[in-house]
């Protein structure tokens, strides 16, 4: 039960929860967006590629996301299991996944899904852009952000629920109660 997803809009608390899961559960949090933002303030040739993206609040391209991933999934932390948090982000992507999952004889075990109305998201974005200042954390890249994963990330919780990989739990409330909510989710389908 270890290879999991974590989906959810911007501000729903992926990275907090995929920090405090992957102490629980004892396998890495792979963030593809705190990958990206650690090559881009160190300069790398990925983050000069990515950087315009990000600020702009627009998705990496595939090509250069997926082969992201495909590196850092090969490494060695990786193959017992891990919490993927921020991707897969498109319907390509998953497809990706399916096929690096596929090549190393694995699968997902759940994709779980953090839920949060659209006032509380910008509530904690805004405080979030007070307290750490990332440069994607304005007003107007927050709404571009959303919009882009209403339409590019969205229906990939419809198309995990018809894999029957799907669980949803409510991000509102304390962060240890969020936890709490995602460990269930993860124990109450053994069968
Ligand atoms: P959030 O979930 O709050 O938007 P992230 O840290 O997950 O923040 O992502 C920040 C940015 O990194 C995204 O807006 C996008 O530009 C880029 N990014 C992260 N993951 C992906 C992905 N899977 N595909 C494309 N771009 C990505």
């Known amino acids: 039960m270890s290879r999991l997803v974590l989906l959810g809009p911007p501000g729903a608390g992926k990275g907090t929860q995929a920090k405090l899961l992957s102490a629980r559960l004892d396998v890495p949090a792979i963030s593809t967006g705190d990958i990206f933002r650690a090559n881009v303030a160190q300069g790398t040739e990925l983050g000069v590629k990515v950087k315009e993206y ?7 391209p595939d090509a250069v996301t997926n082969a992201m991933v495909r590196d850092r999934l090969d490494q060695p932390d ?25 090549a190393a004889g694995a699968k997902l075990d759940r994709v779980l899904e953090i839920t949060a109305d659209a006032d509380e998201l910008v509530r904690r974005l805004s405080r979030r852009a007070q307290l750490e200042g990332r440069s994607d954390d304005t007003e107007d890249v927050i709404r571009t952000r959303q919009q882009v994963y ?25 962060v240890a109660e969020v936890t709490a909510r995602l460990l269930d989710a993860l124990a109450s389908d053994a069968g």
């Open 54 to 60: 990000m600020d702009a609040g627009r998705y990496v």
């Open 78 to 102: 990786a193959a017992g299991g891990f919490i993927l948090d921020g991707y897969p982000r498109t319907t390509d992507q998953v497809h990706e996944l399916d096929e690096m999952l596929a």
């Open 150 to 174: 209403l339409e590019q990330t969205a229906p990939l919780v419809a198309l995990y629920s018809e894999r029957g990989l799907l669980r949803s739990v409510d991000g509102l409330g304390e």
